[in-house]
T-cell receptor, first 113, second 116 residues
Framework: AQSVTQLDSQVPVFEEAPVELRCNYSSSVSVYLFWYVQYPNQGLQLLLKYLSGSTLVESINGFEAEFNKSQTSFHLRKPSVHISDTAEYFCAVKGTGGFKTIFGAGTRLFVKA | DVKVTQSSRYLVKRTGEKVFLECVQDMDHENMFWYRQDPGLGLRLIYFSYDVKMKEKGDIPEGYSVSREKKERFSLILESASTNQTSMYLC???????????????FGQGTRLTVV
């Protein structure tokens, strides 16, 4: 079984500042890791994923996350945020041989002008 | 692009009613899922299905059932709606494990259900 802990429920930050959203997971088997984003009144959409290979993965809109196996972490970072990044972000884990994706409780990112 | 469509964005139902939430995907995905989303709790898996007529309980199946008669359609049924089932319901689909790189879930827009 897997579990996911997102360490911050809300993160307020000023526009153009850097941000880090923290995620730790636990699993007894190998995993795939994901970050999803949910804008107001919408479903979730995939932001980025780690399946194998390079531990640093990037999204098309400037986010990146690094898989750290020894720390069992998959923190999400962006060097300079925009107002439009305001959303809820979910970290998720899936066993490589399983069907289910397990989600964290979510982190609300507020970007202030 | 994958499209997952949920039949309603908003629903208001009375306590004790039988409620049907419908979900259709158009990309021939084998796996389909129903989650509920509540503030501070993230997404919790209610039921999932990995093939037509196959279903598995998730983490919180009590008070719910599902139906998958066709590959593209996965229905969530609230047998007798209660106020504690007021929530956002999200449907998702994904390819099978053999898909390798394309293993992520694709979500519908969600149905906000209020039980009064």
């Amino acid at each position: 079984a897997q579990s996911v802990t997102q360490l911050d429920s809300q993160v307020p930050v000023f526009e153009e500042a850097p941000v880090e959203l923290r995620c730790n997971y636990s699993s007894s088997v190998s995993v795939y890791l994901f970050w999803y984003v949910q804008y107001p009144n919408q479903g979730l959409q995939l932001l980025l994923k780690y399946l194998s290979g390079s531990t640093l993965v990037e999204s098309i809109n400037g986010f990146e996350a690094e898989f750290n196996k020894s720390q069992t972490s998959f923190h999400l970072r962006k060097p300079s945020v925009h107002i439009s990044d305001t959303a809820e972000y979910f970290c998720a884990v899936k066993g490589t041989g399983g069907f289910k994706t397990i989600f964290g409780a979510g982190t609300r990112l507020f970007v202030k002008a | 692009d994958v499209k997952v469509t949920q039949s309603s964005r908003y629903l208001v139902k009375r306590t004790g009613e039988k409620v049907f939430l419908e979900c259709v995907q158009d990309m021939d995905h084998e796996n389909m899922f129903w989650y509920r989303q509540d503030p501070g709790l993230g997404l919790r898996l209610i039921y999932f299905s990995y093939d037509v007529k196959m279903k598995e309980k998730g983490d919180i199946p009590e008070g719910y059932s599902v139906s998958r008669e066709k590959k593209e359609r996965f229905s969530l049924i609230l047998e007798s709606a209660s106020t504690n089932q007021t929530s956002m319901y999200l449907c998702a689909s994904s390819l099978s494990q053999g898909a390798g790189m394309n293993t992520e879930a694709f979500f519908g827009q969600g149905t906000r259900l209020t039980v009064v």
